[in-house]
């Protein structure tokens, strides 16, 4: 049957898949969804492990919020060491992928370039609002520069993410500057930083002042500890921001999670944000070797991220590793139907007894192909 959506919709969004977002999949809207939540290791989002404890203050909440609350773009100024006019907050990194395209992109005529395998959302936001999508894939999870310059005057907006979200590993920073200069003029090259805290190099946001088209995307959903806040930063030049305020909606930032977000940004919580960091590349660190030394485990890519992505030998042992783990309430990322990531699982860095409890499902699971039936399997 037609329904009345169906026969309204614009004709492309009738077959269009949305994004298979880690709690679309494993979703908790089931009626039971505290203690199914609960009762989960979440180790498929990139989310960190525990959460902060906030108190708010409703005093003001039966008036509109700012546009953007003065509080939170000066606490994210210095923390981001740039100027208030270069700094827009955002419903998460995500609203400032839309925003972009949004921006820059005509529907049905214009296109963005993505180099997969890469985050998923930059082709959903291309896709529903009608702009072309050019994959120029890495190689070596790295850019093709080669490629990339086929493409200058073909693209308005080129994405590229570093660290890499499935990969892991950072963009070198000749590269990105390479790309930049190759657009010039001719697109907006938008850094997706969305990991950068778990990186041990700098960020390009101090590049701002040297490439007009640059464009750097941030958020308070990974080293912050806030996926849930929605609470993302674009940084920009101030023409590029006063041109992407234009799309943006009148109040994107709520009075709550603007608050949430600026205690964050404060001393203390930047202090907390320092050690979540430091425990992150620790586990990671530990999760990579012990990855390394499994005989089911072929490679294990280099993070500079909250997560791991591994390869498995072939296509039963990931399933096998996959399925294992999520018969026990551990849910981990399957990456591979992405581009080149063949057998690929990707892991986040939870807390050390989440971790601890994954390598021993994963132990248990081969230990019991091992042992023999009992009487009654038999
Ligand atoms: C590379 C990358 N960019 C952006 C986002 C979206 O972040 P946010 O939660 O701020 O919307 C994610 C989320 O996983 C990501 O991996």
């Not at 395998?117 to 009608?130: D, F, R, V, W």
């Not at 042992?317 to 057998?343: M, Y």
Request: hydrophobic content about 40%; proline content about 3%; aromatic content about 8%.
């Amino acid at each position: 049957m037609t329904t009345i959506a169906d026969k309204l919709a614009r004709e492309e969004l009738i077959d269009m898949v949305p994004y298979q977002s880690a709690r679309r999949l494993f979703s908790m809207a089931d009626g039971e969804a505290d203690s199914k939540f609960k009762s989960k290791i979440w180790l498929n989002a990139n989310e960190a492990s525990g959460s902060g404890i906030y108190q708010l203050n409703s005093d003001c909440i039966n008036r509109y919020p700012d546009f953007q609350p003065e509080h939170l773009i000066n606490a994210y100024a210095n923390y981001s060491g740039l100027s208030n006019e270069k700094i827009l907050a955002t419903r998460g990194a995500d609203e400032g992928i839309e925003l972009i395209i949004r921006t820059f992109c005509k529907a049905y005529q214009d296109s963005i370039l993505i180099c997969p395998p890469t985050y998923g959302m930059y082709a959903i936001s291309a896709e529903n609002h009608g702009a072309g999508i050019i994959k120029v894939p890495l190689i070596n999870n790295q850019l093709d520069l080669n490629t990339l310059k086929t493409q200058v005057g073909k693209v308005k907006v080129v994405f590229l993410c570093s660290p890499g979200n499935p990969t892991g590993n950072l963009l070198t920073a000749e590269s990105i500057k390479s790309t930049l200069a190759m657009f010039g003029d001719n697109a907006i090259i938008v850094v997706d930083e969305a990991y950068i805290e778990f990186s041990t190099k700098n960020s390009t946001a101090s590049w701002l002042k040297d490439y007009p088209q640059l464009v750097v995307l941030r958020t308070l959903s990974k080293a912050f500890a806030l996926a849930g806040l929605r609470c993302g930063f674009t940084l920009a030049n101030s023409d590029i921001i006063t041109m992407l305020s234009k799309v943006i909606a009148p109040y994107p930032i709520s009075a709550p999670v603007a608050e949430i977000a600026s205690k964050a940004l404060a001393t203390a919580g930047l202090e907390q944000v320092s050690i979540r960091v430091q425990e992150t590349i620790i586990l990671r660190q530990q999760l990579s070797t012990w990855l390394t030394e499994q005989k089911w485990c072929k490679k294990v890519f280099s993070s500079d991220a909250n997560f791991v992505l591994f390869q498995t030998t072939n296509l039963t042992t990931k399933n096998f590793i996959f399925n294992s783990l999520e018969q026990q309430g551990i849910l981990i990322r399957d990456q591979s139907k992405q581009l080149q990531l063949a057998n690929c699982l990707r892991i986040s860095i939870g807390s050390e007894r989440e971790l601890s409890l994954l390598k021993q499902t994963i132990i248990n699971a081969y230990q019991s192909l091992n042992e023999p039936l009992s009487v009654e399997e038999k």
